[in-house]
């Protein structure tokens, strides 16, 4: 199987991060987290984008606030799908970071969760992989299906206090 890369422009971000390496070990997914910053460390993070199927890589995480600019960086330098998962900043509660990760030019796309959106971003990463791996695609229908059996048992519980 193919491992999830995950890049944080800041440790700050690792709250969010957790969201998605918790999703990726419930799944069997290997992954390796970076901190590597578009702007402070640039030339690691091109290496890195530039290396990554090489390296095994099949999908990219990048998380990062404010200018959010890691997640272009990576899909500049790489064909790998690439998941930005805009952080909330100190300012404007991550909508700067949710516009810089999603209005990408035309050749270079990532795909975009929302603000904060650690666990959606691993689970995107795992439907990409999971294209070419069977067992991986029956554990995320295992659990969707779990997940709606948790709804309806909310459901239940509803019902019967009212």
């Not at 890049?7 to 999703?23: E, F, N, Y």
């Not at 949710?98 to 959106?117: D, R």
Request: proline content about 5%.
């Amino acid at each position: 199987m193919r491992k999830v890369g995950i890049i944080m422009g800041s440790d700050s971000d690792l709250p969010v991060i957790k969201k998605a390496t918790d999703q990726l070990k419930s799944l069997g997914i290997p992954f390796e987290v970076h901190v590597y910053s578009a702007h402070r460390t640039p030339e690691e993070a091109r290496a890195f984008a530039v290396n990554a199927r090489k390296n095994g890589f099949g999908a990219v995480i990048a998380a990062a606030g404010m200018a959010a600019h890691l997640a272009g960086a990576i899909a500049a330098n790489t064909t790998l799908p690439v998941i930005g998962i805009p952080c909330q900043g100190p300012c404007l509660e991550g909508l700067d970071a949710l516009l810089s990760t999603v209005q990408m030019p035309t050749g270079i796309p990532v795909a975009t969760v929302a603000v904060n959106g650690g666990a959606n971003a691993a689970l995107l990463a795992a439907q990409i992989l999971a294209v070419e791996d069977a067992d991986l695609a029956a554990k995320l229908d295992a659990k969707r299906k779990a997940d709606a059996e948790a709804v309806l048992a909310k459901d239940a519980g509803i019902a019967e206090r009212l």
